[in-house]
């Protein structure tokens, strides 16, 4: 958020810099209106484009990692795939084969598999 508001910053300011460039005619040059909305265009673009759509799939993240339970099958980061064994408070420890188990923090869980997956795989 810090980043886009500093972006956000650094573009009004360079906005208002042309705007104080060399003088023009009156009649052709934009006024300071049109240069407010050529900026809200801007930060819409943006906020459609690039903001709105990351902070969605982090709630999705955050919702899936929340929602995790004994039992669940899951892949992680690395492509692992295996079902949760246990559950603690920021890493999980699944089993990817007949007692192999490895312990992988709960934010590397990219997917949460329906039940019978690994059977099948």
Known sequence: M?????ALTGLLFSFSALAEGPA???????GAIMQVVFLGGFVL???????????????????LVGGLNK???VIVNGGL???????KDDF?????????EVKVQKLAVTTALP??????I
Do not use: M, N
């Not at 810090?2 to 500093?6: D, H």
């Not at 795939?81 to 559950?87: D, F, K, P, S, W």
């Not at 039940?115 to 099948?120: A, I, M, P, R, V």
């Open 24 to 30: 023009a005619d009156p009649q052709q040059a934009p």
């Open 2 to 6: 810090k980043s886009l508001w500093l």
């Open 92 to 100: 999980i420890v699944i089993e990817i084969a007949d007692k192999v």
């Open 115 to 120: 039940k019978g997956t690994l059977k099948d």
């Open 81 to 87: 795939a295996g079902r949760i064994v246990r559950l």
């Open 45 to 63: 673009i943006f906020y459609f484009l690039v903001w709105r759509p990351q902070s969605k799939r982090a709630k999705e993240h955050r919702d």
């Open 71 to 73: 039992g669940d099958e």
